[in-house]
């Protein structure tokens, strides 16, 4: 069975970095489009970047130019670069794998912190 296992986040100042890993097993990463979602407190979820399996991206407004998604096929990882972190990016991030004809998948959550 398919299965999504995110590591990164944690706490960062302002103006800091952090990457984001997702790895999936080989059958998932070779035909899914993967991305994150992100849910802040007393917020919904929202898309963040996405990545289909062709390599084309798409990214919220909020994250352009700071956040910069990619896929290792070889590795069967996708990867979430982020730059330039503001306190408002601070939420639980998801790993996602989407298919239109097939269910999705969902990593556990990972919290990202961006705090002075």
């Known amino acids: 069975q398919g299965q999504l296992v995110e590591s990164g986040g944690g706490l960062v100042q302002p103006g800091g970095s952090l990457r984001l890993s997702c790895a999936a097993s080989?059958?998932?990463?070779?035909?899914?489009?993967m991305g994150w979602y992100r849910q802040a407190t007393g917020k919904q979820r929202e898309l963040v970047a996405i990545i289909t399996a062709g390599g084309n991206t798409n990214y919220a407004d909020s994250v352009k130019g700071r956040f910069t998604i990619s896929r290792d096929n070889a590795e069967n990882t996708a990867y979430l670069q982020m730059n330039n972190l503001r306190p408002e990016d601070t939420a639980v991030y998801f790993c996602v794998a989407e298919h239109p004809l097939e269910r999705d998948y969902w990593g556990q959550g990972t919290q990202v912190t961006v705090s002075s």
């Open positions: 080989r059958s998932i990463f070779a035909i899914y489009a």
